[in-house]
């Protein structure tokens, strides 16, 4: 059962446009959720995060929203360049309470920004 | 400069031979995580360690072992590889169990013939 949904295995966009990345999750536990970045042949990279008691979380060009009733976060990356294609995971984790799970993945979806 | 470092970029194996992965970090983290990432499928959970000899079973555990001698060192075992093993393996470690960013190794990508 797949706890952490990206439903868009590509998408792409203008360079100059707004990238728009979605997430839903079904287990309402999750009360931090994380974006990873990964380039062909290389590791993951941390993106950014959000806490479940924000909304918004804004670093530079890439902002996440997170509606917890709709149990649905989104990526904003604005404006889009070049180096911005990758694939994006998003990732859930919850405090089990002295138990160890890790961080869930969504299966990424693969951004491309045309010239 | 935080580091993770796994010991082979690229395998090539042949069914039932014994396969090990190693992976180090320097950042003096308790916790360590094996991933493995196919496509279509995103990364799935192995197994992960929050201390030393400690290990805890992932998602997806059968087929695979691990060992934690040292706070730096975690190893991924393939005690008879298989074709369905062929995949990206990517270790991690953070220094928060479940809220912490996860810092990922450049991944070895192993194929079992």
């Known amino acids: 059962d797949q706890q952490v949904k990206q439903n868009s295995p590509s998408l792409s966009v203008q360079e100059g446009r707004i990238s728009i990345l979605n997430c839903d999750y079904t287990?309402?536990?999750?009360?931090?959720f994380l974006w990873y970045k990964k380039y062909p042949a290389e590791g993951p990279t941390f993106l950014i995060s959000i806490s479940s008691i924000k909304d918004k979380n804004e670093d530079g060009r890439f902002t996440v929203f997170l509606n917890k009733s709709a149990k649905h976060l989104s990526l904003h990356i604005v404006p889009s360049q070049p180096g911005d294609s990758a694939v994006y995971f998003c990732?859930?984790?919850?405090?089990?309470?002295?138990?160890?799970?890790?961080?869930?993945f969504g299966k990424g979806t693969h951004l491309i920004i045309q010239p | 400069d935080v580091k993770v470092t796994q010991s082979s970029r690229y395998l090539v194996k042949r069914t039932g031979e014994k396969v090990f992965l190693e992976c180090v970090q320097d950042?003096?983290?308790?916790?360590m995580f094996w991933y493995r990432q196919d496509p279509g499928l995103g990364l799935r959970l192995i197994y992960f360690s929050y201390d030393v000899k400690m290990k805890e079973k992932g998602d997806i555990p059968e087929g695979y072992s691990v060992s934690r001698e040292k706070k730096e060192r975690f190893s991924l075992i393939l005690e008879s590889a298989s074709t369905n093993q062929t995949s990206m393996y990517l270790c991690?470690?953070?220094?928060?169990?479940?809220?912490?960013?996860?810092?990922f190794g450049e991944g070895s990508r192993l194929t079992v013939l």
């Open positions: 991690a470690s953070s220094l928060l169990i479940n809220t912490g960013e996860l810092f």
């Open positions: 287990n309402s536990m999750f009360d931090y």
């Open positions: 990732a859930a984790s919850w405090d089990s309470g002295g138990g160890a799970d890790g961080l869930t």
């Open positions: 950042m003096d983290h308790e916790n």
